[in-house]
């Protein structure tokens, strides 16, 4: 997804290399290499290698530099400081992310406010694992390992005791009624005003009418709960949660329903399946067992998931469009919107 307006990437490294110099005066710090991995519209990705002076010579530290997107985002906006907070509670809690997270709000260096954390070396999967050979071209059974280590991980988030510390004064805490104000707001930002999906207005109208009457104690939610957010080792285990910019604190059906959506969407996109991911229930069944009590109402999670991730998606197509680069997908014609109507019509 590349950016209308883009950073000068040597300016951007240049002024990074000065600000590690300026943190550590005596570590040498000196640019080896660096590439911009994507151009993505939810954050600029930079990944710098460094080499520093150590007391047995020069070595090589490979870090990784995240900033806000320097035009319109995917977001109204952005707080480095509630991902690096969120990342900080999970690494705590155990779960495997980049650990030290330092945020720097000083914008004389880059322009604005950035992130830093080390690389975790590892293998990300393709955002459709149907399309990735790393997951479909080995045995089932390492397919089914690398999914049920993917559903416990997501349970071990929404296990994390997030009153402790301040990560409830810095993460969001919204229950259902706040969720639904949020995407309201979302759908009338995110065309600059323009009701762009009036499908997406009547689904969100839904999800009101027939929110659950009560919900659970709230967790700690990861928020963009991807298999393409996760980093793996050659065993299938995770290393590294990434990309936290969507947490908040709330009932924890928000992660496993989105995780759910996603696949389930992606697999009547594609018309094909992993043979060795468990099927739905089944991913219900394990996550319940990790979380340690049944979910509740997961259609009505399920289907508001859906309304809240194609109203990314929908975001995503208009910023292309305002750009002069059609082509991402349809807004109009969008077939996801024909799934959504479906789940809807066969609600219970």
């Known amino acids: 997804m590349a950016l209308s307006v883009q950073r000068d990437p040597d300016v951007v490294v240049g002024g990074f290399v000065a600000w590690l110099h300026d943190q550590d005066p ?36 490979r870090l990784v530099l995240r900033l806000p997107p320097p035009g319109t985002g995917i977001f109204p906006s952005y707080d480095l400081r509630l991902q690096a907070r969120a990342q900080e509670a999970a690494a705590a809690g155990g779960v495997p992310t980049a650990v030290p997270v330092q945020v720097e709000t000083d914008e004389r260096w880059l322009g604005t406010d950035f992130v830093v954390m080390p690389v975790v070396e590892g293998h990300i999967p393709d955002q459709s694992p149907t399309r990735d050979h790393w997951i479909t071209k080995v045995p089932e059974a390492l397919q089914t390992t690398l999914y049920e280590n993917y559903l416990d991980v997501i349970a ?47 689904a969100l109208d839904w999800c ?6 009560t919900e659970p104690a709230p967790s700690f939610l990861w928020g963009d709960v991807r298999l393409g957010n996760v980093i793996f080792d050659d065993a299938r285990a995770p290393v590294a949660v990434l990309d936290w910019e969507m947490s908040t ?19 009547e996109l594609f018309r094909r399946t992993v043979p060795g991911f468990l099927d739905h229930d089944a991913a219900v069944t394990r996550y319940e067992a990790h979380l340690g009590r049944p979910v509740h109402d997961l ?25 002069g680069q059609p082509g991402y997908f349809p ?18």
């Open 26 to 61: 005596q570590g040498g710090a000196e640019l080896v290499a660096y590439e911009r991995p994507s151009d993505g519209m939810s954050s600029e990705t930079f990944l710098v290698d460094i080499r520093r002076s150590g007391a047995t010579g020069p070595e090589v530290t």
């Open 249 to 267: 604190i709330g009932a924890a059906e928000h992660d496993l329903a989105w995780h759910l959506t996603l696949e389930a969407t992606q697999n």
């Open 156 to 202: 071990a988030i929404n296990r994390i005791d997030w009153t402790a510390g301040d990560l409830g004064r810095v993460v969001p805490q919204r229950d259902n009624p706040a969720e639904l104000a949020y995407w309201r707001n979302y759908l009338a930002w995110y065309a600059d005003g323009e009701v762009l999906v009036p499908a997406l207005v009547d």
């Open 299 to 323: 259609e009505w999670y399920e289907i508001f998931a859906l309304v809240r991730s194609t109203a990314i998606m929908t975001r995503v197509a208009h910023l292309h469009e305002l750009a």
């Open 331 to 348: 807004i109009a014609d969008n077939p996801i919107l024909g799934i959504l109507k479906r789940r809807i019509a066969g609600a219970g």
């Open 208 to 213: 009101v009418a027939n929110r659950p009457a």
